[in-house]
């Protein structure tokens, strides 16, 4: 019923920009938090940022300075500004939502995107 979808990954060199999309679609009701995670080669996946329907952001120590997320929330859409990249940095970028579906109005689920790859070069 909902489709999270990922857009903007790929090969970048160090020190450089990309910028990630995820779009929400379906039987939307409404969407809560929004956010992005990693997971690099042999790592556990990890929360890069997030941010609430009101515009609060939140990010890994890691990101700060670097990274910004940001929301439209008539578009259903969350984005990911990523400047500075590193080779650190290198992971499949994944969306999550917090939405409430049409059928179901009171309750909360957590949808994940499919993942988009980003790799940095040095």
């Known amino acids: 019923q909902v489709q999270l979808v990922e857009s903007g990954g790929g090969l970048v060199q160090a020190g450089g920009s990309l910028r990630l999309s995820c779009a929400a679609s379906g039987s939307i009701f409404s969407i809560n938090g929004m956010g992005w995670y990693r997971q690099g080669p042999g790592k556990q996946r990890e929360l890069v940022a997030a941010i609430t329907s009101g515009g609060s952001a939140n990010y890994a120590d890691s990101v700060k300075g670097r990274f910004t997320i940001s929301r439209d929330n008539a578009k259903n859409t969350v984005y990911l500004q990523m400047n500075s990249l590193k080779p650190e940095d290198t992971a499949v970028y994944y969306c999550?939502?917090?939405?409430?579906?049409?059928?179901?109005?009171?309750?909360?689920?957590?949808?994940w995107g499919q993942g988009t790859q980003v790799t940095v070069s040095s």
């Open positions: 999550t939502a917090r939405i409430v579906v049409v059928a179901l109005p009171h309750r909360w689920d957590d949808y």
